[in-house]
């Protein structure tokens, strides 16, 4: 299968700081996907990005497809952003391989 | 407020018992999924259904089997629980478009003893 990385594998920011968070990925994709794990374990779908930029508030995320990378930017970071961040791919649409995630603690 | 329903948030079972672990949305969504997740692993996934009564298997689907009878519900059966199956276990659902965001269930963590 498709190995993902992620790194780092941690980070702590102070409240509004900016971050990045890297997903390197082992073959090319047509299915990537970021997700957002709370501290209560519920998991969020935070953006559809095979290729390309998007954007939403304060998060955005850019995949390079030729490069097998993809960057998710957090700015302004918030308490709430705390969680685990995941990257997704999948070669053929749904079976997605997820990294081993990013854990983000944002202190007060 | 669409949602995916886990049946149980905690659940402790003993080896060699069958445990079913129930999967229910309502949003009419074709796809549906069950994941385990473990840690410094992330998410594997163990079955897939595309549709009723239809089912694929993922990654690791030893030790699973899956039923899709109807097409709001997706149950995970763990046919002789084992230690090595202690893990959260995790459903999800799209409608089947790529692009279309997955929305996952709480999860159930599971303690086979």
């Known amino acids: 299968g498709i190995q993902v990385e992620q790194s780092p594998p941690d980070l702590i920011l102070q409240e509004g700081a900016n971050s990045t968070l890297r997903c390197n990925f082992s073959d090319s994709v047509n299915n990537l996907q970021w997700f957002h794990q709370n501290p209560w374990g519920q998991l969020i779908n935070l953006f559809y990005i095979p290729s390309g930029t998007k954007q939403n508030g304060r998060l955005s995320a850019t995949t390079v497809a030729t490069e097998r990378y993809s960057l998710l930017y957090i700015s302004s970071s918030q308490t709430t952003d705390s969680g685990v961040y995941f990257c997704?791919?999948?070669?053929?649409?749904?079976?997605?391989?997820f990294g081993a995630g990013t854990t983000v603690t944002v202190r007060a | 407020d669409v949602k995916v329903t886990q049946s149980s948030r905690y659940l402790v079972k003993r080896t060699g018992e069958k445990v079913f672990l129930e999967c229910v949305q309502d949003m009419d969504h074709e796809n549906m999924f069950w994941y385990r997740q473990d840690p410094g692993l992330g998410l594997r996934l163990i079955y897939f259904s595309y549709d009723v009564k239809m089912k694929e298997k993922g990654d690791i689907p030893e030790g699973y089997s899956v039923s899709r009878e109807k097409k709001e519900r997706f149950s995970l059966i763990l046919e002789s629980a084992s230690t090595n199956q202690t893990s959260m276990y995790l459903c999800?659902?799209?409608?089947?478009?790529?692009?279309?965001?997955?929305?996952f269930g709480s999860g159930t963590r599971l303690t086979v003893v």
């Open positions: 997704a791919v999948a070669r053929y649409d749904y079976k997605l391989s």
């Open positions: 999800a659902s799209r409608i089947q478009v790529p692009s279309y965001g997955y929305t």
